[in-house]
């Protein structure tokens, strides 16, 4: 998410915070080439030129340029700009009224990622403890029904569909009552994709929110399309009054113009990012956690509340007990790798990690390959890893496809963290994030 934006402006700061001092020209230099970064990440042109403005206004203050280490301020200087750019503090997060189900409209064009943000978001709310009602009222398309069921059905979530239906206003009314009546906490609407020129279509999304009258009406734009998103969201906001948006396949934004360039143009927030394909690859959006990112200092804040929502922490106590007793077996360390894959793409986790500025040597593909080769073990040797001789190590590693150097390497890295985990579990404190 955002590779190209980072890296580049890692570059222009690079030059700055190598610099024991720093003159007005040297700063002027600097904030023409972000301006330049930020036009090829495909940010609106006013937008850049005004973030840049307001970072040239203050980083030539006598202050800064005669302050021990300038080149670090002009860096905390443009996060604070990104951070007003991408709209400062975090929007107030959905309302539930006491007496009936709160409602969330989706709006979007066709193929921006509306049905599947609509389960993501379901499954965002669900995980929260609230109950969920998904409405499929996109007539048009004639897989739509079937695939809101599908990833209804996956999540754990009712959808209310009728294909016999005509109207989508009389379904989503019906929708409405059953949300209220079954003590639903929320109805998530799917909507038709639409083309934000097509008046029909757009007259029948705001008939829609006329009848839900909806707690929020959210936007669903493609990460990927750049300033085409901000279009988009411009000519559907003359029309609809969007209180939000989601930002879907952000994770392939390497960019980052679009999400840069939306509260500044359109004036809504930013409430959702998209970032990756499975139910719960969606993420609340903070503007100072994506500005960090945007500048290499990773975002530990998200990645500490992803390990909380998604890791077992009963497993996790029961390894810490295990520890102090016992000792750490592999079938223990196939059980943390595999709590790991919950919290989401290694390098996507890595990068949360501030400091972490290039890839890693070791990737998704290299966990997969080591998962391979501890199920190809007896359960015998998982538990007593002393016992695996050369005949046993080749056998393994025809189990697994893999070398028998392989199998080798793994067993250096599993004595190794065996090592380090009776360090920590010596100690009366909490073991590293993953395993505590």
């Not at 719960?280 to 990773?298: K, N, P, Q, V, Y």
């Not at 990690?353 to 390959?369: A, E, I």
Request: hydrophobic share 40%; proline share 3%; charged share 30%.
């Amino acid at each position: 998410m955002f590779d190209e934006l980072t890296t580049k402006l890692a570059g222009v700061f690079r030059k700055l915070t190598g610099r024991g001092r720093l003159s007005e020209q040297d700063v002027r230099d600097a904030v023409r080439e972000i301006r330049r970064v930020l036009l090829e990440a495909d940010v609106n042109l006013v937008v850049a030129r005004d973030l840049c403005k307001r970072v040239e206004t203050r980083a030539v203050g006598a202050e800064l340029l005669q302050s021990v280490a300038p080149g670090q301020q002009v860096v905390k200087i443009v996060f604070d700009e990104l951070v007003s750019a991408l709209g400062g503090t975090s929007a107030a997060g959905t309302q539930f009224p006491s007496n009936r189900a709160a409602v969330v409209l989706l709006a979007g064009l066709q193929g921006s990622g509306k049905t599947t943000s609509a389960a993501k978001l379901a499954s965002y709310w669900k995980e929260r403890g609230k109950r969920v009602l998904l409405a499929a009222l996109d007539l048009r398309r004639p897989a739509a029904v079937d695939q809101l069921e599908v990833l209804g059905r996956s999540i754990g979530a009712p959808v209310h569909a009728d294909r016999s239906a005509k109207d989508p206003i009389r379904l989503a009314q019906e929708a409405r009552s059953r949300a209220d009546r079954e003590g639903f906490d929320l109805l998530i609407a799917d909507t038709a994709g639409r083309l934000h020129v097509d008046e029909e279509l757009m007259g029948e999304v705001t008939r829609l929110q006329e009848a839900l009258q909806p707690t929020e009406t959210l936007l669903v734009l493609d990460g990927m399309t750049g300033q085409d998103a901000v279009q988009i969201a411009e000519a559907f906001t003359k029309s609809l009054r969007v209180t939000g948006f989601i930002l879907a396949k952000l994770d392939g934004d390497a960019r980052g113009g679009a999400a840069l360039s939306l509260r500044a143009v359109c004036g809504a927030p930013i409430r959702y990012l998209g970032v990756g394909e499975k139910p719960d690859a969606l993420e609340t959006f903070h503007a100072d956690r994506l500005a960090s990112r945007i500048l290499g200092m990773g975002d530990v804040v998200t990645l500490v509340e992803r390990a909380q929502e998604r890791l077992d922490h009963s497993k996790a106590e029961a390894l810490e007990k295990k520890l102090r007793k016992e000792g750490f077996t592999l079938e223990d360390f196939l059980g943390q790798l595999q709590e790991m894959k919950k919290l989401g793409p290694l390098d996507e986790l890595l990068k949360m990690l501030p400091g972490v500025k290039s890839p890693t040597q070791v990737s998704d593909q290299d966990l997969r390959r080591t998962e391979a080769i501890i199920q190809s073990m007896t359960r015998q040797e998982r538990n007593r890893p002393q016992i695996i001789d050369g005949s046993r190590r080749k056998r393994i590693a025809r189990g697994s496809g893999t070398t028998v150097q392989d199998v080798n390497r793994l067993l250096r890295q599993f004595d190794q963290a065996r090592t380090m985990l009776k360090r920590f579990g010596g100690k009366r404190g909490r073991l590293p994030m993953g395993m505590s």
